[in-house]
């Protein structure tokens, strides 16, 4: 139970999908800076889009820059402490604050291994989100993001050979990813109260009950390969711990319980406690 409490303090829902835009943690540490300054209200996601481009400009509009979009040295300056320093040019911990401290904000979330708001600041949730990643990479999970830290954040995850059914026959609403400065940490599918939700593979219903961190009626099952699935807000829970289910098992049925704002079902995937997007894993997209 302190697990999915710790878990779900950094429930921050997220949206969004541009699948082959170019992100880079650069480019969401200028996007937090420009949302300090009251410049930005675009997500976080490290796309350097239209909305990005125009609180550049209107940075450099009003500090009397070359006004070009592109976020150069000058520019960089222009934001203050929140344009510095480089991501890589120190070791980061607790309690440091700048340009670097958001983009490891940002690459921890890509991760899996989201911490509140990605705001610049390296506080107690960042810090736990930071050891929990490091334990995960098999670094010393000592809380300080040195070179070793930074160059297993860039690189891709390894991917399972797992895939799973959708847990409803519905196209998602809502899909895993940056939302505003938050992280949405799981895959959404809205659907009427009462529409009976499916397991999504074979596997063993780990907990069933509710969770007060927000979740509410929250059913998980643990599949092979170290991966589980979980299915929140649920109205009613239909599986005890323990019960075996198969892929498309009545595990409850959709509802509004926990931090909901509507019927729908929040469904995340964990490998080996790191939060992957569900939606790579559903057997019709696996790449
Ligand atoms: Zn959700």
Redo the contacts with the bound molecule.
């Keep these: 139970m302190a697990r999915i409490a710790v878990i779900t303090v950094a429930l921050a ?1 997220l949206c969004t999908a541009p699948a082959l835009a170019r992100v880079s943690a650069n480019t969401a540490a200028l996007q937090v800076a420009l949302r300090a300054k009251g410049l930005y209200g675009g997500t976080v996601d490290g796309i350097a889009g239209p909305g990005t481009r125009a609180a550049v400009r209107a940075l450099q509009a009003r500090r009397g820059l070359a006004v070009d979009g592109v976020a150069g040295p000058r520019t960089r300056r222009a934001l203050g402490r929140r344009g510095r320093p480089r991501l890589g040019s120190r070791p980061l911990a607790a309690p440091a604050r700048g340009w670097d401290v958001a983009g490891l904000q940002f690459l921890l979330a890509r991760h899996g291994f989201p911490s509140g708001p990605v705001d610049g600041g390296l506080g107690a949730r960042t810090d736990a989100a930071l050891r929990r990643f490091q334990a995960w990479a098999g670094l010393g999970a000592d809380g300080v993001a040195g070179p070793a830290t930074l160059a297993a954040l860039r690189r891709s995850p390894p991917r399972s050979i797992l895939t799973f059914a959708a847990p409803l026959g519905v196209t998602p609403t ?1 899909r895993f990813g940056p939302r505003g400065a938050m992280f ?1 940490t ?1 895959q ?1 599918y809205t659907a009427p109260l009462g529409t009976p939700v499916g397991a999504a593979g074979r596997g063993c219903v780990s907990s069933a009950g509710y969770d007060p961190g927000g979740y509410g009626n929250l059913v998980v099952i643990q599949h092979r390969a170290g991966m589980t699935s979980w299915y929140a807000h649920l109205r009613r829970i239909s599986v005890r711990p323990g019960e075996c289910v198969v892929a498309g098992t009545r595990i409850g049925r959709v509802g509004s319980t926990g931090h909901s704002t509507g019927p729908h079902l ?1 469904y995340e995937i964990f490998k080996s406690g790191r939060r992957v997007n569900p939606y790579r894993y559903l057997a019709s997209n696996a790449r």
């Design positions: 829902l809502d949405h799981g959404d929040h």
